[in-house]
């Protein structure tokens, strides 16, 4: 096993999931805060501990559906520990997947906790034309030469790895460690940032980017980039000309509004 290898090992092995206890505090916290003829259709962990480059001292980020008409589009909690977002299901199907807003989707597909009858596989593929624009990542790209910090490149990494991910198995995940290791990608610049971000926690010296090392991770950025494009020509094909959305929409309609 090589050095890098050791280090992806050691990453992934790194527990920052949700266990079984906080699950139930947060759907607790959430049935709380909504009114009580609201239903919770989904639950996702996502942020920075799914993604796989948080430590053990940082928050849970929670993304999640609810059905409840007449009431708000969208509802925050913070308490300590949890960032919770929701999105009124109306708004998931109205707005969010036809306008295509591909980092609310990329939240809702980590799933803990899901309404028995919504159809997630469907959801699953109605997201995937959300994640043809490479336009995002080129933005996050930018950021992360204007501002040289590892927060924003791990983020550029994400916006590639997690549709790339989702395009060639048609499955989600969201730890781009694993997706790394499982696409034999071998992502060095990935790692490098990750431990800079955590810095303090990990007895790493430095916090920040040397220029040098910044050229590196764009090189590879770059590559990864190109390599996310050729997966999308050969995928956009499958999805032209194909209204998923309203497809979706009416099953959704039919599911919970008749």
């Not at 266990?19 to 909504?34: G, H, Q, S």
């Not at 996702?44 to 430590?55: D, P």
């Not at 790692?191 to 980017?209: D, S, T, V």
Request: overall charge negative; charged content about 30%; glycine content about 4%.
């Amino acid at each position: 096993m090589t050095g890098y290898e050791e280090q992806l090992e050691e990453i992934i092995n790194t527990n920052l999931e949700l266990d079984e206890k906080r699950k139930d505090e947060i759907i607790a916290m959430i049935e709380e805060l909504l009114p009580p003829d609201a239903k919770i259709i989904l639950l996702s962990h996502t942020g920075s501990r799914a993604f796989g480059w948080s430590w053990y001292n940082y928050d849970f980020d929670i993304h999640g559906i609810y059905k409840r008409t007449n009431y708000w589009d969208f509802v925050h909690l913070g308490r300590s520990y949890y960032d919770i977002n929701l999105y009124e299901l109306a708004h998931i199907i109205d707005m969010d997947i036809p306008r295509k807003h591909s980092d609310v989707l990329m939240n809702m597909l980590n799933p803990f906790y899901l309404d028995d009858d919504f159809p997630f596989d469907d959801f699953i593929k109605v997201t995937i034309p959300s994640f043809l624009d490479i336009r995002p990542i080129i933005q996050q790209i930018e950021r992360f030469k204007f501002d040289l910090l590892p927060r924003s490149a791990l983020h550029a990494y994400r916006l590639i790895l997690v549709p790339l991910y989702l395009l060639l198995k048609g499955k989600p995940k969201l730890n781009v460690f694993i997706i790394a290791k499982e696409l034999s990608l071998e992502l060095r610049g990935l790692i490098l940032c990750r431990n800079r971000y955590i810095a303090e926690h990990i007895g790493e010296e430095k916090k920040y980017l040397e220029q040098e090392e910044v050229q590196d991770i764009l090189r590879e950025l770059y590559r990864l980039l190109d390599y996310y494009r050729q997966v999308v020509r050969e995928k956009q094909k499958e999805f032209e000309d194909k209204d998923l959305a309203s497809v979706f929409k009416e099953k959704i309609i039919s599911i919970y509004y008749d």
